[in-house]
């Protein structure tokens, strides 16, 4: 009982994924559409166990661009079971004066999670793989 109440006490654990690997990200979440269409624009850097988690309100295949992006990234769809469905792996910015193409998965997703260019590949994340999204809010899955 007291074991319990010294877990209660210690309030909401900050948001977090968790690879299969047991490497564990620190979550920014972009829930909303402002977060969502910021992303992680004009950052100069990406710690290595930060991340940035697009929490959508159902699945779809949502695309992503590195417009205004400073760093690359690799981008991990997650379908509501919290199953990988797509990587792409380190993507590097779009030019200032270029193109900037989207890039989609090849399945609906629900959640989208970001971190820094070859994190996965290092990880050895793949397709079908689960991710532990710890989300401790009222009103997210």
């Not at 007291?2 to 690997?21: E, T």
């Not at 166990?49 to 661009?65: A, K, Q, T, Y």
């Not at 689960?130 to 989300?135: F, I, R, S």
Request: proline share 11%; net charge negative; hydrophobic share 40%.
């Amino acid at each position: 009982m007291l074991m319990g109440f010294a877990c209660a006490a210690r309030g909401p654990r900050p948001p977090a994924a968790v690879f299969p690997s047991g490497a564990e990200f620190h979550l920014e979440l972009a829930a909303d559409p402002e977060a969502r269409r910021i992303g992680y624009m004009f950052r100069n850097d990406v710690g290595p166990r930060d991340g940035m988690l697009f929490i959508f309100d159902g699945p779809d295949r949502h695309p992503f661009w590195m417009k205004n992006c400073k760093v690359n990234l690799d981008i991990i769809w997650i379908d509501s079971t919290r199953r990988v469905v797509e990587i792409a792996h380190d993507l590097a910015p779009c030019p200032a004066d270029g193109p900037c193409p989207s890039v989609f998965p090849m399945r609906a997703a629900t959640y989208v999670l970001e971190v820094a260019g070859g994190t996965a590949q290092r990880e050895g994340l793949d397709r079908g793989d689960p991710v532990t999204l710890v989300l401790d809010q009222p009103g997210r899955p």
